[in-house]
């Protein structure tokens, strides 16, 4: 199925503001409509179009071409459903980081996005004749990893930051190879620092929903509340007495009801060889990357 409107995918990545945008985006519906601009809340698009793109991750090649148009169905379907309708739209914003995959794998197997090229190819598929932008944001590794890793704490998956960190493939993992299999996909990406999104919210979400979008339609960029050193401190000394469950409940009761007295602060990984190592990883990618950076936003 050719979709007749155009389609924004806002892949992510995790941890680079894409539930700030997701909730502006939701917050401003009446005035997409206005627009003719469709989107899907990801309360509604994890519902029912997410999973069956995961299923269709899974499906033996026999069974794709029937699962893409079932997943074509579901999205119009979706469309529908938010409110929209898809006859009078001329942009579909898809806003959803696990397009990409899991953040598990970096817990499990160290590696960032393992079959996202896979993925990739399986989203060209789906919107195979349409006229598609990628938009993507990556984020200085140091800070990502901790975000990330902090993330996964809140899944269930509880271990010391140090072992975390000690199983990375910090060599295998790149923002270069990641937009390199979004493009080989989908065509050039749209590309920002998650670093200059608080500076350059307007331009980067003028260029998502292609059309001006002023400050006052931005609301106040509120972090996700994620876990604290106190709150790590507290989940570490329960492992032994609590089950798998029970620490997952732990872990998420202290991200959103506990507050703890000052000092505290954000997970950060400790200074020293291997921080510097990502730092200038960072820094060298984003040279490589600068032409494809929207036009306004600097290193």
Same mark, same amino acid.
């Given at each position: 199925m050719s979709f007749p409107f155009r389609i924004h995918i806002h892949l992510g990545a995790h941890k680079t503001a894409t539930t700030f945008i997701q909730n502006n985006l939701a917050r401003q519906q009446p005035w997409l409509r206005e627009q003719q601009i469709a989107y899907i809340p990801l309360a509604t698009l994890r519902q029912h179009f997410t999973p069956s793109f995961w299923a269709l991750t899974q499906a033996q090649t026999a069974d794709q071409a029937a699962l893409i148009g079932q997943l074509c169905a579901t999205l119009l379907a979706d469309i529908h459903a938010s409110g929209f309708d898809p006859e009078h739209t001329r942009l579909l914003v898809l806003s959803e980081e696990n397009l990409l995959g899991a953040l598990g794998s970096l817990n499990h197997k160290g590696v960032l996005y393992p079959e996202l090229a896979k993925r990739m190819q399986l989203l060209a598929q789906v919107f195979a004749g349409c006229d598609v932008q990628a938009f993507l944001a990556i984020r200085n590794y140091r800070d990502f990893y901790a975000s990330a890793y902090a993330e996964t704490l809140r899944q269930g998956h509880i271990k010391p930051l140090e072992r975390f960190v000690g199983g990375l493939d910090l060599s295998g993992n790149s923002w270069l190879t990641?937009?390199?299999?979004?493009?080989?996909?989908?065509?050039?990406?749209?590309?920002?620092?998650?670093?200059?999104? $608080?500076?350059?919210?307007?331009? !980067?979400?003028?260029?998502?929903?292609?059309?001006?979008?002023?400050?006052?339609?931005?609301?106040?960029? !509120?972090?996700?509340?994620?876990?604290? $050193?106190?709150?790590?401190?507290?989940?570490?000394?329960?492992?032994?007495?609590?089950?798998?469950?029970?620490?997952?409940?732990?872990?998420?009761?202290?991200?959103?009801?506990?507050?703890?007295?000052?000092?505290?602060?954000? !997970?950060?990984?400790?200074?020293?060889?291997?921080?510097?190592?990502?730092?200038?990883?960072?820094?060298?990618?984003?040279?490589?990357?600068?032409?494809?950076?929207m036009v306004g936003i600097p290193l």
């Open positions: 990641v937009v390199a299999a979004v493009e080989a996909a989908l065509g050039p990406v749209a590309l920002w620092p998650y670093e200059q999104f $608080r500076h350059h919210a307007p331009l !980067i979400l003028g260029n998502l929903l292609q059309t001006e979008v002023t400050p006052d339609r931005i609301g106040q960029h !509120i972090a996700r509340p994620s876990l604290t $050193r106190k709150g790590l401190a507290v989940a570490m000394a329960s492992r032994g007495g609590l089950s798998a469950t029970e620490m997952k409940k732990l872990v998420n009761l202290l991200i959103d009801k506990m507050v703890f007295e000052q000092p505290d602060g954000r !997970i950060a990984m400790a200074e020293g060889e291997v921080v510097e190592r990502l730092d200038a990883q960072y820094q060298a990618e984003l040279e490589v990357l600068a032409g494809k950076f």
